[in-house]
């Protein structure tokens, strides 16, 4: 009888310190030598086409890891935060998320963090470019780990710009100023018949709080600052003591653009979605993401564009622009957390980083791979493009875009001053926060 209860004592023993283990999420980094099998079952939950991601899966991470089964489920983009919200609400939510940049917020506080004694910042920041840094809560942990990249970049129309004599898309925002009264063409009427670029309005304009945001950052300005204790302050309005500058130079370059009195006039309200316009070649300048380089080809073959770095301020010590990014976060309500922050591990090791930017035709997050370039010349705009960019912390973004188009249009429209408009903008940031 002794030696069956000693037996059953140090079997349960050891199941106790495994169990301990996998709670505290000790588990092999991944490429550690090590004995033992890891296995497990994953349900993710994303965005990303399920083709795409059924192949990095089925080619790549099943061949080497075969013992951890995931079942990726696909989402649609505007309804993924509320299917997140409905299924943790039932206790069904998925083990993981491959968040986008704006949603990291919202749901942080239902995210395992990787603690420093897993992940460390010091190491996210040496491998990760500066865009991932969203999911960094500095002094506690990381939310999630780099997953995709899709910067912004500059399409243009190589007709259009011959046409007007001109060799090279522009470098600056300020070239736009000259750029815009020869590329624009309008009938006697004032109607715009070619556009040189989509500035100065919001609702027809593809990306426009994006390709706000990206002007936004370029001044220096990072929108909303994350304090410790999670306390976000908005800086729309600039701040003396963070020596940031106010927006509301941004905002006039902008719709300066839908101005019919102005001499960069180029766009309003009644003309066609900007990307429709640019694929149908009456656009000259188009600001979209590197993953719609593949649609805007196939859509329009005869179209003759190219791709560039977005502009840049002049005389500005460093280069940027607007990226989404999307990170691989772990659920708290997970029954396999260490699985899934091991998981999430091996996803953005360079080996894998390389092959979902592949799948994804987009750039890798992870600086490593974009160290070692690529000769496609389209591809490499954009790992130039993903090496500087950058986003911002966006609370709510369902209720951002609305604030946003209605500064843009009462400037537009006359109804308010910038300084109001932005004022304004400002104080419902502040709202959103509290």
Not at 131 to 145: D, K, S, Y
Request: no cysteine.
């Amino acid at each position: 009888m002794k030696n069956i209860q000693l037996i059953i004592t140090i079997v349960f023993g050891a199941l106790a310190v495994l169990g301990l283990f996998s709670f505290a999420g000790i588990i092999p980094k991944p490429g550690a030598s090590t004995t033992a099998k890891i296995t497990g079952n994953l349900t993710i939950w994303g965005t990303v086409p399920k083709a795409n991601m059924d192949k990095f899966l089925q080619q790549h991470f099943s061949a080497d890891y075969q013992d951890i089964h995931i079942n990726y489920v696909p989402k649609n983009p505007t309804t993924f935060a509320s299917n997140i919200i409905e299924a943790l609400a039932a206790g069904k939510g998925p083990d993981m998320v491959i968040l986008p940049n704006d949603l990291i917020v919202r749901f942080s506080d239902k995210i395992e963090l990787f603690t420093p004694a897993v992940y460390t910042e010091r190491t996210f920041l040496d491998t990760f470019i500066q865009g991932g840094e969203v999911f960094v809560q500095p002094g506690e942990g990381i939310l999630a780990l780099p997953f995709s990249v899709d910067p912004m970049v500059m399409y243009w129309n190589r007709d259009i710009f011959a046409s007007g004599g001109i060799i090279e898309p522009p470098k600056y925002w300020d070239q736009f100023l000259t750029l815009s009264p020869v590329l624009t063409k309008k009938s006697e009427s004032k109607e715009i018949l070619q556009s040189a670029v989509a500035f100065g309005e919001f609702r027809n304009i593809t990306h426009s709080k994006d390709i706000l945001s990206m002007l936004m950052l370029q001044t220096g300005n990072p929108m909303v600052i994350r304090k410790p204790g999670n306390v976000f302050l908005p800086v729309f309005m600039g701040s003396n003591e963070q020596n940031i500058p106010p927006v509301g130079q941004v905002f006039r370059f902008y719709t300066d653009f839908a101005d019919p009195l102005n001499m960069v006039y180029s766009w309003n309200r009644s003309l066609p979605e900007s990307k429709n316009l640019f694929i149908a070649g009456k656009l000259g300048v188009y600001f979209g993401y590197a993953s719609e380089f593949s649609s805007i080809r196939e859509k329009n073959p005869n179209l003759n564009f190219d791709v560039a770095l977005v502009p840049q301020v002049r005389n500005s010590a460093k280069r940027s622009t607007f990226a989404r990014v999307s990170g691989l976060a772990t659920m708290k309500t997970s029954p396999n957390k260490s699985l899934a922050l091991y998981t999430a591990q091996i996803f953005s090791s360079p080996k894998y980083s390389e092959f979902i930017s592949t799948d994804l035709q987009t750039p890798s997050p992870d600086r490593a791979v974009l160290s070692k370039g690529t000769a496609d010349p389209y591809m490499k705009v954009f790992y130039d493009s993903a090496l500087i960019s950058k986003t911002w912390l966006d609370l709510r973004p369902e209720l951002t875009d609305g604030m946003f188009q209605q500064a843009v249009e009462s400037i537009s429209s006359g109804k308010e001053t910038i300084s109001d408009a932005v004022g304004k903008l400002q104080a419902d940031f502040v709202v959103l926060t509290q």
